[in-house]
């Protein structure tokens, strides 16, 4: 398991090209909140315009990024939370339908939200950030990190419960953007989660989908900002993370040939290349931290 929680407030960054965010998932659910600037959003196979003050609630799993106009800036608000570590507190609590929202209304965008809610929000949002911050600048006494830990806790499940408010209203639906290469960008991507395990090449799917191969590849680079291979190892690099975390019996190689990898020695060099360790490295790593969660 990662970290119980990660904040990223008001990030603001200009991208100089449209590969600068990559796709990525994990194990957290996740409240993104887009501030500005001029972005798609890419979940799964859906592609949709952010508008300012739009609220994403995510659980996280499915592959996911952000698609920002290059040279133009882009804010945002992510935390990330495990939801292992809440439940417990929320069970105590007799609240646990705070956790709803992330597994039944899962990859939701709520948009429109009354103006003092948003406000509201956005004060939650900056006072997590000032507590999660602290706690880095100043070293403190068991009581005062539990006293900073307890209003910190606090402080998210006040949010849950507006996000929770928020989701008993009608959502607006996340619209994907509709146009002949967004259906055809659709299909390809449907068609790679299904098959990326097996060996596939431009020419397989192309056959499949009944579309150019050059057509193809131009109209999936132009709406994602991603190569239809750079999409299809993301998936099977996504699969390895979760075969390495919840199958620890499973040998590197297994994690590699089920990851739709060809050998180990591919898959080895490649999730280095990704990931900046080891696929044993990570195994390790991700099991440290549930082991030091559960303490």
Same mark, same amino acid.
């Given at each position: 398991?990662t970290e119980?929680?990660?904040?990223?407030?008001?990030?603001?960054?200009?991208?100089?090209?449209?590969?600068?965010?990559?796709?990525?998932?994990?194990?957290?659910?996740e409240?993104y909140?887009?501030?500005?600037?001029?972005?798609?959003?890419?979940i799964?196979d859906?592609?949709?315009?952010?508008?300012d003050?739009?609220?994403i609630?995510m659980?996280?799993?499915?592959?996911?990024?952000?698609?920002?106009?290059?040279?133009?800036?882009?804010k945002?608000?992510?935390?990330?939370?495990?939801?292992?570590?809440? =439940? $417990? *507190?929320?069970?105590?609590l007799?609240?646990?339908? #705070?956790l709803?929202?992330? %597994?039944?209304? &899962?990859?939701?965008?709520?948009?429109?939200a009354?103006?003092?809610k948003l406000v509201?929000?956005?004060?939650l949002?900056?006072?997590l950030a000032?507590?999660?911050e602290?706690k880095?600048?100043?070293?403190?006494e068991?009581?005062q990190t539990?006293?900073?830990?307890?209003e910190f806790?606090a402080?998210?499940?006040e949010l849950l419960?507006?996000?929770y408010?928020?989701?008993?209203?009608?959502p607006?639906?996340?619209?994907?953007?509709?146009?002949e290469?967004?259906?055809?960008?659709?299909?390809?991507?449907?068609?790679?989660?299904e098959?990326?395990? =097996? $060996? *596939?090449?431009?020419?397989n799917?192309?056959s499949? #989908?009944?579309?150019?191969k %050059?057509?193809? &590849?131009?109209?999936?680079?132009?709406?994602?900002?991603y190569?239809?291979m750079?999409?299809?190892?993301?998936?099977?690099?996504?699969?390895?993370?979760?075969?390495?975390?919840?199958h620890?019996?499973?040998?590197?190689?297994?994690?590699a040939?089920?990851?739709?990898?060809?050998?180990?020695?591919?898959?080895?060099?490649?999730?280095?290349k990704?990931?900046k360790m080891?696929?044993t490295?990570?195994?390790?790593?991700?099991?440290?931290?549930?082991?030091?969660?559960?303490?």
């Amino acid at each position: 398991m990662t970290e119980k929680v990660n904040i990223y407030y008001q990030m603001e960054d200009t991208a100089n090209s449209f590969e600068d965010f990559s796709y990525h998932s994990h194990e957290q659910y996740e409240i993104y909140y887009f501030h500005s600037g001029s972005c798609k959003y890419l979940i799964g196979d859906h592609i949709y315009h952010l508008q300012d003050n739009d609220i994403i609630i995510m659980n996280g799993l499915t592959l996911h990024r952000a698609y920002p106009e290059p040279g133009i800036p882009y804010k945002r608000t992510v935390i990330e939370f495990s939801s292992e570590w809440l =439940r $417990p *507190i929320l069970n105590a609590l007799n609240v646990p339908e #705070l956790l709803n929202p992330f %597994y039944q209304l &899962s990859n939701t965008l709520f948009r429109g939200a009354d103006n003092p809610k948003l406000v509201e929000i956005n004060q939650l949002m900056e006072k997590l950030a000032e507590k999660d911050e602290s706690k880095a600048i100043h070293p403190e006494e068991k009581m005062q990190t539990r006293f900073r830990n307890g209003e910190f806790t606090a402080l998210l499940l006040e949010l849950l419960f507006i996000i929770y408010e928020i989701s008993q209203k009608q959502p607006v639906p996340m619209l994907a953007i509709e146009s002949e290469k967004n259906t055809h960008v659709k299909r390809i991507i449907e068609w790679i989660d299904e098959h990326f395990c =097996r $060996p *596939i090449t431009l020419d397989n799917i192309a056959s499949n #989908l009944n579309i150019s191969k %050059y057509y193809m &590849s131009r109209i999936f680079k132009d709406i994602t900002g991603y190569t239809i291979m750079q999409y299809l190892m993301s998936c099977r690099i996504n699969r390895a993370k979760y075969l390495l975390e919840i199958h620890p019996e499973k040998s590197i190689l297994d994690v590699a040939l089920e990851s739709g990898f060809e050998d180990s020695s591919h898959f080895s060099r490649f999730f280095r290349k990704q990931m900046k360790m080891t696929p044993t490295e990570y195994r390790n790593s991700t099991a440290a931290k549930r082991n030091t969660t559960n303490l």
